[in-house]
Antibody, heavy 117, light 108 residues
Framework: EVQLVESGGDLVQPGGSLRLSCAAS????????MNWVRQAPGQGLEWVSF????????YNADSVKGRFTISRDNAKKSLYLQMDSLRVEDTAVYYC??????????WGQGTLVTVSS | DIQMTQSPSSLSASVGDRVTITCRAS??????LNWYQQKPGKAPNLLIY???SLQSGVPSRFSGTGSGTDFTLTISSLQPEDFATYYC??????????FGQGTRLEIK
């Protein structure tokens, strides 16, 4: 059974930092590209960041460029999102999702990040 | 960036109805179009990939058509568990990946 389990969501003040993690099982993590997708309260889905299986290719949404850093540790089967200079508008549920063949075929349950003073 | 526009934004229907949701891309995306279902408080779930291929485990009442800029998701006979929000997503462009704004399907 495939499991992607996010953690690290919390309440943080504007300008603060947070690191999200996604632990994978049931997939060949080291062969899988991975994504972060977020969903603000009551809103739609927004893709945030992608990292290739090797970690050599990274893409970021313009809204997070220069503030968020995606990374991975294949030995630990884990995906990360370092979030710096957080803004109120970054408040959302953050999902990790596996990159299938031009789709997102497995998703975690999400972790809530709240940015508020 | 490729913009994805879904219609309608919300829809009321009854169990047994046939329902169609449309998705339009701002430029041609060939068949790089996926559909997801999301229930309240849950993660999205892949239904249809490459415009018309049914993801494993998804009931056959779901189908997708289209290519280029215009796509449709059809549910042939609505079941109670189908009431949810549906999103289209283009994967033609590696970055950014973009989603439609969602279609909320409600019980009439």
């Amino acid at each position: 059974e495939v499991q992607l389990v996010e953690s690290g969501g919390d309440l943080v003040q504007p300008g603060g930092s947070l690191r999200l993690s996604c632990a994978a099982s049931g997939i060949t993590f080291s062969s899988s590209g991975m994504n972060w997708v977020r969903q603000a309260p009551g809103q739609g889905l927004e893709w945030v960041s992608f990292i290739s299986a090797s970690g050599r290719t990274i893409y970021n949404a313009d809204s997070v460029k220069g503030r968020f850093t995606i990374s991975r540790d294949n030995a630990k089967k884990s995906l990360y999102l370092q979030m710096d200079s957080l803004r109120v508008e970054d408040t959302a549920v953050y999902y990790c999702a596996r990159q299938g063949e031009n789709n997102f075929d497995y998703w975690g349950q999400g972790t809530l990040v709240t940015v508020s003073s | 960036d490729i913009q994805m526009t879904q219609s309608p934004s919300s829809l009321s229907a009854s169990v047994g109805d046939r329902v169609t949701i449309t998705c339009r891309a701002s430029q041609s995306i060939s068949s790089y179009l996926n559909w997801y279902q999301q229930k309240p408080g849950k993660a999205p779930n892949l239904l249809i990939y490459a415009a018309s291929s049914l993801q494993s485990g998804v009931p056959s009442r779901f189908s997708g058509t289209g290519s280029g800029t215009d796509f449709t998701l059809t549910i042939s006979s609505l079941q109670p568990e189908d009431f949810a929000t549906y999103y289209c997503q283009q994967s033609y462009s590696s970055a950014p990946i973009t989603f439609g704004q969602g279609t909320r399907l409600e019980i009439k």
